[in-house]
Every structure is written in C-alpha cells, then in structure tokens.
C-alpha cells in the first residue's frame, strides 16, 4: 500500500488474488482509491491486473499528487523450481482510467531489468525478485526496484528513468554480502537514503 503526498490518493495491491477473465488469468489484482475528507474511499479507475502474472501488486507505489503508479511483480524467488524473474509495471492516470507508461520495449506494459538493458543479463535472472521492493520519485519520472536475490543473492537495485513517451534504465547497482538478506538490507538502507532526501526529489 501507498498513499499520495496529500493523502487523498492511495493504492492498494492484493497479489494473492486469482482471477479470470474470458481467456485471461493470473495472481495480483490492484486497486486505487480517492480519499475523502470523512476518509471513504471511492475507486479511481478500474480493477489494475495483468494476464499470467504470478504476485501481481506485491509492491505498489504512487507520486505525490497522484497521477503514476508502478506495480510490481517480483516472480516466483522462493518457489521450487524457480522459473520466473521480476518485472515492473508503470501507468499514469489518463481520462477515467489507468494507462501503461510502458509501450517502447520488447514486453508491452511490464519490464525486467532485461528488457531495459540486455547487458544486465547476470543481474536479470530467475528468482532475482525484482520488484520486491520499490520507491518512486516525487514527480514519479524515477523509480528504484529492489532486487534482494539476484547477482547470486547479493541483490541489487535498479533505477529507471521515465523520460516522455521513453523508459529508460539509468543504472544497476549491485549489493553487498552472500545471501538475500543482506542483499535486501542493502536495498531499503539506499532507497531510504537516496528517495526521503530532498536532493533526491530533483532527481
């Protein structure tokens, strides 16, 4: 879950959810909700999901006024066997309803830190968790994903710039320490130092 800065937008993700649509299915529903002053909620836009995800909304975050979202789908890291890596997925708040930011890479609406950069491909792996952990910039053109499990559980972090209509991946940086939990300490410790600053707002 998160909420605007005025606290009058928040969202909500519910990654356990099945659901089925015609043809469609998958595990991850995500909804959004305008806050009002007695503190009832109305939905903003549709149900969010995305066919043959597998944890759906596990991490959501949201700009300051509102207007982005990302969601993430960080795979099966702690499944046996592990067949599936994270993604991300990134929409803005256009007419009545939630639409991908997303439409310039191989995979339309989620990426990996492959589909940014093929040259990552020792850090974008199965299991890798991308996506457990995320914080978006206040204008919400930069986000960074947490990935606890990759570069063989060092974790890592990855930034991505969002420069109209272009996603771009500005940077890789790898953790430190031999197993997850150290990798995922290293994630929030950055992402709280580099995201709650100001500086990091002009970003």
């Keep these: ?30 909804r959004v909700y305008e806050v009002s002053s007695n503190g009832s909620l109305t939905q903003k836009g549709l149900n969010i999901k995305f066919a043959s995800t597998f944890r759906f909304g596990e991490q959501v975050v949201i700009n300051g006024d509102g207007s982005r979202i990302a969601i993430s789908d960080p795979g099966d890291y702690d499944a ?21 930011m997303i439409t310039d890479q191989a995979v339309t609406y989620g990426v990996s830190l492959l589909e940014l950069d093929s040259n990552y491909i020792s850090h974008s792996v199965e299991g890798d968790g991308f996506g457990l952990s995320m914080v978006m910039s206040e204008d919400g053109n930069n986000i960074l994903i947490g990935a606890p499990y990759g570069l063989s559980r060092k974790g890592y972090i990855g930034m991505i710039k969002y420069t109209e209509p272009t996603t771009v991946l500005a940077g890789a940086f790898p953790g430190e320490g031999e197993n997850g939990v150290q990798g995922l300490a290293d994630v929030f410790i950055n992402m709280e130092i580099g995201f709650d600053s100001p500086e990091a707002k002009q970003l």
Excluded at 19 to 25: L, M
Aim: glycine fraction near 14%; charged fraction near 20%; charge should be negative.
């Design 1 to 30: 879950m998160d909420i605007s800065r005025d606290g009058k937008i928040a969202i909500v993700g519910a990654p356990n959810e099945s659901w089925t649509d015609g043809n469609d299915s998958g595990t991850g529903v995500v």
């Design 80 to 100: 046996t066997p592990i067949t599936r890596r994270g993604f991300i997925f990134i929409y803005e708040y256009v007419g009545t309803n939630w639409t991908s």
